[in-house]
């Protein structure tokens, strides 16, 4: 039976150190298996996102990393979500769940910090990857995270001037994300400094008049929880411990689909672009304009069509 994305299968993984993963599965289970991995870190699963992929060309796993989401603990509410938190943690976690479903192999989708996520999982466990369609792609490098926090200033300078004033005396890049990292985790400046972190992660996407920023932003739960997590894992540039560029030949022949904006603020074109000529597998698209998300509109088309190229790959 193939189930939409609006009545999946659904549960709570336990993970080893107590900590609980939601998680989805909807779709044909006859088909390929596509696990999402959203973006962030600490976006958790959208509807959007979950509406995006076609549930008869594919069976659909989604999870919510950890803090983020319906997984449990949420770094909105309890510190205590950012223990154990890493991106090793995550990747053990998806392993656990595509043992726990019964999945042999499966393909991945990783858009924006999913994207590095994806590629890490890959490197990891190449085995039972198939294919990866990577949107808004980053590899979460010193310079990526520089550029966000720090040199994207020159275009956004107002922007920027009101989120360098919630943590003054930090220097631009990742100083000031470790700055914003330790007032996130106090009670008396973690909301402000939280409202401030989104307000700018918020400018830098709407730089495209396209974009419609979804409800969950209004929730100052989610803003706290979604502003912890991007501060812990780019302050200790995202745990990785082999940058992402230095072993993307690695990836070889597996079948690779990248959408990329041009004018994406949020992440260069050039990640997408150098890991296209890396990664013999790659196939890049390039959109007009500076859209980030996979559930936005021509993103949205784009990553449905890429994702329809790589299943046509896999048979």
């Known amino acids: 039976m193939i189930r939409d994305w609006k009545n999946p299968k659904a549960g709570h993984l336990p993970v080893l150190d107590g900590r609980r993963i939601a998680w989805w599965c909807w779709g044909n289970p006859l088909a390929p298996t596509l696990l999402l991995l959203h973006g962030g870190p600490g976006g958790g699963i959208s509807p959007g996102l979950r509406a995006t992929f076609d549930p008869e060309a594919w069976q659909i796993v989604a999870m919510d990393q950890r803090g983020s989401g319906q997984s449990e603990p949420h770094a909105g509410r309890d510190l205590s979500a950012l223990d154990a938190n890493t991106t090793e943690d995550l990747i053990v976690d998806a392993e656990r769940l595509r043992t726990r479903l019964g999945v042999e192999n499966w393909a991945l989708f990783g858009g924006s910090w999913g994207a590095s996520l994806a590629q890490a999982y890959a490197h990891a466990h190449r085995s039972v990857i198939r294919g990866?369609?990577?949107?808004?792609?980053?590899?979460?490098?010193?310079?990526?995270?520089?550029?966000?926090?720090?040199?994207?200033?020159?275009?956004?300078?107002?922007a920027f001037a009101a989120f360098q004033a919630g943590a003054p005396g930090a220097a631009p890049g990742r100083p000031l994300v470790a700055?914003?990292?330790?007032?996130?985790?106090?009670?008396?400046?973690?909301?402000?400094?939280?409202?401030?972190?989104c307000a700018w992660e918020a400018a830098a996407i709407a730089a495209?008049?396209?974009?419609?920023?979804?409800?969950r932003w209004q929730d100052a739960v989610f803003r706290l929880g979604f502003a912890r997590i991007v501060t812990h894992y780019f302050a200790q540039g995202a745990w990785l411990r082999v940058p992402l560029d230095t072993c993307a030949a690695d990836l070889g022949d597996l079948p690779g689909e990248l959408v990329h904006s041009r004018l994406d603020l949020s992440a260069p074109l050039t990640t997408?672009?150098?890991?296209?000529?890396?990664?013999?597998?790659?196939?890049?698209?390039i959109l007009q304009g500076g859209l980030h998300s996979a559930a936005e509109g021509a993103m949205q088309e784009a990553t449905r069509d890429a994702a329809q190229r790589?299943?046509?790959?896999?048979?």
Do not use: N
């Open 179 to 197: 700055a914003y990292r330790d007032l996130l985790r106090s009670p008396e400046t973690a909301q402000t400094a939280a409202d401030r972190w």
């Open 310 to 315: 790589l299943r046509d790959r896999l048979r």
């Open 132 to 158: 990866m369609v990577l949107v808004g792609v980053t590899q979460s490098r010193a310079t990526e995270i520089d550029w966000l926090y720090g040199d994207l200033r020159h275009l956004l300078p107002e």
């Open 208 to 215: 495209d008049p396209r974009h419609q920023p979804g409800s």
């Open 272 to 285: 997408a672009w150098e890991l296209s000529r890396a990664w013999p597998g790659a196939h890049l698209t």
